[in-house]
Each structure stands twice: as C-alpha cells, then as structure tokens.
C-alpha cells in the first residue's frame, strides 16, 4: 500500500506537508463482496462521513476479479467516471464528500471481489 500511495502521489504530483499529512497510518484492510442479486445502487456515500470516518483522507479499492457487465465503481454525478472492475487493478481516490460514488449492479452471475483500506489522519 505504501507504493500504491508513493506513486498516487507522484502521478497527482501532491506534496507533503503541503495537501497531505506526513504522518498517518493505513486502516485495516476489508473484504467486500458485492452479490448480483443485490441492488447496490442506492448506496451513494462517501469515506469520511461520520465522526468514526472523519480522519480518512484517501481511500484504496483493489479489484480482486473482473467483472462485466456492471459492476463499476461509479462516481457520477459528481464526476463523471466509472470504474470498471478487472482483476489486479486499484482505484485511489480522496476519501471525501466530493467523492461520493456507488456500487453499480452486477449483471450475470459473477460477485465483485474488493479489498478496500483507507489512509487516516494520526
């Protein structure tokens, strides 16, 4: 996760000290499966929305399976971009509201396979 976050940094060209902070540590990492008969639309959040998750700062998906169709990490309105989940690849994103985003749908009979952590706030 370290080299995840280092190259994040160096291809969004973030500076510490600067709009990140320099001492933080790594969440513990979770397991998410995402069923096709579930409906995860409704559930549009973002990382850091409560007292509990306020310290979050970015947070980290790796996709454990590909999935298609559906399934995308969909952060539209807001922005217009969706994820498309392929085995092996990650999603880092800031943790806040203006990065609210949902799970979309999977359609056929494949579950999405997340491992999910976020970088907080010492």
Avoid: A
Avoid at 1 to 19: E, H
Avoid at 52 to 59: D, E, K, P, V
Avoid at 91 to 106: A, D, L, T, V
């Amino acid at each position: 996760m370290q080299l995840l976050y280092k190259q994040y940094r160096q291809d969004t060209g973030m500076k510490i000290n600067r709009q990140v902070p320099d001492k933080y540590v790594l969440e513990d990492p979770y397991m998410e499966k995402y069923n096709p008969d579930h409906d995860f639309r409704k559930r549009i959040h973002s990382d850091s929305q409560d007292s509990f998750t306020s310290h979050r700062f970015l947070s980290m998906t790796i996709y454990l399976n590909s999935v298609s169709p559906g399934g995308e990490t969909d952060f539209t309105p807001n922005i217009k971009f969706k994820m498309n989940p392929q085995q092996g690849s990650v999603i880092i994103f800031p943790s806040y509201w203006g990065y609210y985003h949902k799970e979309n749908h999977c359609s056929g009979q494949t579950p999405k396979y997340t491992i999910n952590t976020h970088l907080k706030y010492l």
